[in-house]
């Protein structure tokens, strides 16, 4: 046994008159309670107990100890009792970190819903688009892309990432339309630039062999995704974007898609500290943002993507 469930024994023993009497409320047998006594005896080098056939009574040392030993075990049961309380109840500072895009986008609009469910849960989120060591900087949840490789962390996927080829129709009514992948080359391209990297996100195609990567030149490069979707709004050339970032533009008809989606290998995810128990003020916000992006088309398996309908060249020109 450890230090505490000796300290355990020892209150017990004393408040239920004896070593017998401590196991039978405690549910052990009375030997491993006699046996705990004397290694806490051991431990201390001090005998806390007067024993006799009949009774067992405490020793002055032992009356000494007790004060300490019931205070540090009734502390320690307040405490666990105040913890069990706030963990049934939703309440308490949530820390959140998210994507700027997909945040802004799809958590944001969320949240009015959900602070008025659990008044109490105070939210602090930041955005960031960089790696984020969620241990490190405390962060209760992040929602994050791509893939997770750290087994400290728990992800619950919230859905596939899909890619849409897009463009404005004043566009493509001044530029004609691309057929296939070959015209590509032939027209102006928006390209989305990694911040962290300067790496440029490759553009997707799929003729049927396959998805690859194709790179069909650059007018504009932009680190934003945001600002990527709204060039491309003003007609400035063709562009993918992540469905997350297109879903708005595509509802007003600011842009259009020019083919079917392409589904990437990644995701997207919550993110959270795997542990044993998971507060609940964290788990009712996990659950919300699943069930509403759920409730808007999309879940582990599909995004609304999958049912948008392509323009063809008749249409587009």
């Known amino acids: 046994m450890d230090k505490l469930s000796l ?3 020892f209150v017990n023993a004393v408040d239920q008159g004896g070593f017998a009497a401590a196991a039978n409320h405690l549910g052990l047998s009375a030997s491993t309670v006699s046996k705990g006594i004397a290694r806490l005896e051991d431990n201390l080098s001090i005998k806390l107990f007067n024993r006799s056939t009949r009774q067992v009574n405490l020793t002055d040392a032992g009356s000494h100890y007790l004060v300490t030993a019931r205070r540090i075990v ?32 799809y958590v944001m609009p969320l949240l009015q819903g959900f602070t008025k469910l659990y008044p109490d849960i105070k939210l602090d989120i930041s955005f960031n ?26 992800a619950r996927m919230l859905s596939p990432i899909d890619f849409i080829l897009c463009a404005s129709p004043d566009y493509i009514s001044s530029n004609g339309f691309p057929s296939c992948a070959t015209e590509y080359s032939q027209h102006s391209w928006v390209r989305f630039k990694y911040p ?4 440029l996100m490759p553009i997707t195609v799929d003729e049927g062999q396959g998805p690859e990567s194709y790179d069909p030149g650059r007018q504009f ?8 979707a709204e060039l491309c709004a003003q007609g400035l050339g063709l562009t993918q974007l992540p469905h997350f970032i297109a879903r708005d533009w595509l509802r007003t008809n600011k842009i259009v898609p020019i083919s079917p989606f392409l589904r990437s290998s990644e995701g997207v995810y919550c993110v959270y500290p795997k542990r044993e128990f998971l507060p609940v003020k964290v788990k009712v916000l996990i659950d919300y943002l699943m069930m509403k992006i759920e409730q808007n088309g999309e879940n582990t398996y599909h995004t609304w993507a999958e049912t948008l309908q392509p323009i063809t060249s008749e249409i587009k020109r």
């Open 7 to 9: 300290l355990k024994l």
């Open 129 to 154: 688009d960089s790696y984020v060591d969620i241990l490190e900087q405390g962060f209760d949840l992040t929602i994050r892309t791509g893939k997770l490789n750290d087994q400290r962390l728990v």
């Open 74 to 105: 009734l502390e320690l049961e307040q405490c666990e009792q105040e913890l069990r309380q706030t963990n049934d109840r939703p309440c308490g500072q949530v820390k959140v970190n998210l994507p700027v895009s997909y945040g802004r986008l």
């Open 196 to 199: 962290q990297s300067g790496r």
């Open 221 to 228: 490069i932009v680190n934003d995704g945001e600002a990527v």
